[in-house]
């Protein structure tokens, strides 16, 4: 008989900033953590019910760059930067908190996915993004390597690599069967051929449109993990979300989700219990104009606040059962306290 686990959401959270952008060619993406913590992320989460909020600072990357690798920009230092992520990432789920990652750009997602994977292996992972990120260097237009995390993580694509240095440290292990994608709408070619060719769920927006956004999570959770007993991974790219909802974000693709669908996405998976990570990446605050910028955070905030528990539905006081009684003392009440100095 197998043991059943019972599952019920960790109360205790540890931020990690990524100001990290070599993944991609625009300025901006590192400054991201700075801003998030700006507008005020530790204290919004500080105050959904009962939540443990400990802030693990950033992870600064410095190293050579006179490696170079075919169509893969800056492979040094995402490299460094990830496998220090990756520890990072480890050390915070020992500690029993959901690690929550701000990028930075989807590149950290190599790191994210592998120190989680180190301290769970049974996770599964939902990719939440217009695009795939499923490139390798052979198939990517633009070789920034934020097109590429997905590729790089999962064994059954590790033979269509050719020898990566500075990546010893990460040896794929996790698999393309533990993946699920949700809003996506820029798909290349040789990456719709990986999703087909592995059968991974994947619900475009096409599929979300048809099924409603519930429907679309629920069925990638069960396909997955029927036992529903295994940890989930989010790594949400704020691009999945319509550039109406998310302006200041590097590729942006209209047609994406509502901010609306992307909390309720978020809530199903805070429900379950078991999420252990999100990475919220590619928010990019020097993208647009002010406006744009505090759509942008404010988006990244609910998406978060949605996964660590926060309801829309209100949360009444803990061990309170009774709203606040006034009660007129005689020397507080007005009209009697004229009586007795008219005496
Ligand atoms: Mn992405």
């Given at each position: 008989?197998?043991?059943?686990?019972?599952?019920?959401?960790?109360?205790?959270?540890?931020?990690?900033?990524?100001?990290?952008?070599?993944?991609?060619?625009?300025?901006?993406?590192?400054?991201?953590?700075?801003?998030?913590?700006?507008?005020?992320?530790?204290?919004?989460?500080?105050?959904?019910?009962?939540?443990?909020?400990?802030?693990?600072?950033?992870?600064?990357?410095?190293?050579?760059?006179?490696?170079?690798?075919?169509?893969?920009?800056?492979?040094?230092?995402?490299?460094?930067?990830?496998?220090?992520?990756?520890?990072?990432?480890?050390?915070?789920?020992?500690?029993?908190?959901?690690?929550?990652?701000?990028?930075?750009?989807?590149?950290?997602?190599?790191?994210?996915?592998?120190?989680?994977?180190?301290?769970?292996?049974?996770?599964?992972?939902?990719?939440?993004?217009?695009?795939?990120?499923?490139?390798?260097?052979?198939?990517?237009?633009?070789?920034?390597?934020?097109?590429?995390?997905?590729?790089?993580?999962?064994?059954?694509?590790?033979?269509?690599?050719?020898?990566?240095?500075?990546?010893?440290?990460?040896?794929?292990?996790?698999?393309?069967?533990?993946?699920?994608?949700?809003?996506?709408?820029?798909?290349?070619?040789?990456?719709?051929?990986?999703?087909?060719?592995?059968?991974?769920?994947?619900?475009?927006?096409?599929?979300?449109?048809?099924?409603?956004?519930?429907?679309?999570?629920?069925?990638?959770?069960?396909?997955?993990?029927?036992?529903?007993?295994?940890?989930?991974?989010?790594?949400?790219?704020?691009?999945?979300?319509?550039?109406?909802?998310?302006?200041?974000?590097?590729?942006?693709?209209?047609?994406?989700?509502?901010?609306?669908?992307?909390?309720?996405?978020?809530?199903?998976?805070?429900?379950?219990?078991?999420?252990?990570?999100?990475?919220?990446?590619?928010?990019?605050?020097?993208?647009?104009?002010?406006?744009?910028?505090?759509?942008?955070?404010?988006?990244?905030?609910?998406?978060?606040?949605?996964?660590?528990?926060?309801?829309?539905?209100?949360?009444?006081?803990?061990?309170?059962?009774?709203?606040?009684?006034?009660?007129?003392?005689?020397?507080?009440c007005p009209a009697k306290e004229l009586l007795r100095q008219n005496k």
């Amino acid at each position: 008989m197998s043991k059943a686990t019972k599952w019920k959401p960790l109360n205790k959270v540890g931020i990690i900033g990524v100001p990290f952008e070599k993944g991609q060619k625009k300025y901006g993406v590192s400054v991201a953590p700075a801003a998030m913590r700006t507008a005020g992320l530790i204290e919004q989460l500080t105050e959904i019910d009962g939540l443990d909020v400990k802030d693990f600072g950033d992870i600064e990357t410095v190293c050579d760059e006179n490696i170079k690798v075919d169509n893969m920009a800056h492979l040094p230092l995402v490299s460094a930067c990830n496998r220090q992520l990756s520890n990072r990432v480890s050390q915070v789920l020992r500690d029993g908190r959901v690690v929550v990652t701000i990028g930075g750009d989807h590149s950290i997602g190599v790191g994210t996915v592998d120190g989680h994977y180190k301290v769970n292996e049974d996770m599964i992972l939902i990719w939440v993004d217009a695009h795939a990120d499923i490139n390798t260097n052979k198939t990517s237009d633009s070789g920034s390597v934020h097109g590429m995390p997905v590729a790089l993580l999962v064994k059954e694509l590790s033979d269509y690599w050719p020898y990566l240095p500075t990546m010893d440290w990460q040896v794929p292990k996790f698999s393309i069967k533990n993946l699920g994608y949700l809003g996506l709408r820029s798909v290349d070619q040789f990456e719709r051929l990986a999703i087909e060719k592995y059968e991974v769920p994947a619900f475009a927006m096409e599929d979300i449109s048809e099924h409603g956004i519930q429907n679309s999570i629920n069925h990638i959770l069960q396909v997955l993990d029927p036992c529903m007993n295994k940890p989930i991974h989010v790594s949400f790219d704020i691009d999945s979300l319509d550039s109406l909802e998310a302006p200041s974000t590097g590729t942006p693709v209209r047609g994406g989700l509502t901010l609306r669908e992307a909390i309720c996405l978020m809530e199903i998976i805070h429900n379950t219990g078991r999420l252990r990570a999100i990475d919220l990446v590619e928010i990019n605050p020097a993208l647009g104009n002010e406006s744009d910028r505090r759509k942008t955070i404010e988006a990244g905030l609910c998406v978060l606040k949605a996964g660590l528990g926060f309801s829309r539905r209100g949360t009444a006081p803990r061990g309170v059962l009774d709203l606040p009684v006034q009660t007129h003392h005689d020397h507080d009440c007005p009209a009697k306290e004229l009586l007795r100095q008219n005496k």
